[in-house]
């Protein structure tokens, strides 16, 4: 007898290898893209920066208000900047009376915050002025 093919142990033990290779591989991508969400929170966090300066320049005062990118439908902080976070994002910016702000912004995709804050008091998770910050 001359057969030619595999046994069924040793079609078992490639299943076993690419579930524990799947097992392995599954929760580096999930943490992956927590870090994309964080990533596009702090970059929302340093465009508000450039957009809030631009702002004072010509005003000599800060903006306040809400901005959010929810569903593809971006409602921006105010109608003169125009700033748009990144997609599903949502930010809320306070300001203290042309002294400095403070910004937080939130992902629909993670429980976690950012936060910024320039000429006021520490707003958490930021510690530093100027720095974005996540927990």
Known sequence: MNRKGFTL???L?????IGILAAIAIPKFANTKEKAYLASMKSDLRNLVTAEEA???DYTTYVAGNASNLLGVGTPLDATTKFVP????SMAVVTNAGIGYSATTTHGGTTKTCSIFLGVAQVPPATVEGEPKCT
């Open 86 to 89: 990144s997609a599903g994002v």
């Open 13 to 17: 033990i490639v299943v076993v290898i």
């Open 55 to 57: 702002y004072f320049s």
């Open 9 to 11: 142990i040793e079609l």
